[in-house]
């Protein structure tokens, strides 16, 4: 499967992120106020990064699809996060 890397110069006013997640205003201030998710500009309003909204989509397909609680959502990013970081340490060693 190839991955496209998000484009960390892309941003996204909050209700385009609604439209491109599939998630609620009221959501993602939630998931804001828990900290999985993290607008890249507030100047004013939020914006979000691409990864961000690779994030949201992440959630809401846990909780529509596979219909997940909060707590398991949250433990499941929390599991992908910890991967990720053991990714760039092992691309670090090589």
Same mark, same amino acid.
């Given at each position: 499967? @190839?991955?496209?890397?998000?484009?960390?110069?892309?941003?996204?006013?909050?209700?385009?992120?609604?439209?491109?997640?599939?998630?609620?205003?009221?959501?993602?201030?939630?998931?804001?106020?828990?900290?999985?998710?993290?607008?890249?500009?507030?100047?004013?309003?939020?914006?979000?990064?691409?990864?961000?909204?690779?994030?949201?989509?992440?959630? +809401?397909t846990l909780?529509?699809?596979?219909r997940m @609680?909060?707590?398991?959502?949250?433990?499941?990013?929390? /599991?992908?996060?910890?991967?990720?970081? /053991?990714? +760039? +340490?092992?691309r670090f060693?090589?």
């Amino acid at each position: 499967m @190839n991955m496209i890397s998000p484009d960390p110069h892309c941003l996204h006013p909050l209700e385009v992120v609604i439209r491109m997640t599939g998630s609620s205003r009221r959501k993602i201030i939630f998931y804001r106020s828990k900290g999985i998710v993290t607008p890249a500009e507030s100047s004013g309003s939020w914006h979000f990064d691409e990864e961000s909204v690779i994030r949201l989509r992440h959630i +809401e397909t846990l909780r529509q699809r596979h219909r997940m @609680n909060w707590a398991a959502i949250r433990t499941i990013m929390e /599991l992908l996060d910890e991967v990720e970081t /053991l990714r +760039e +340490e092992l691309r670090f060693r090589r």
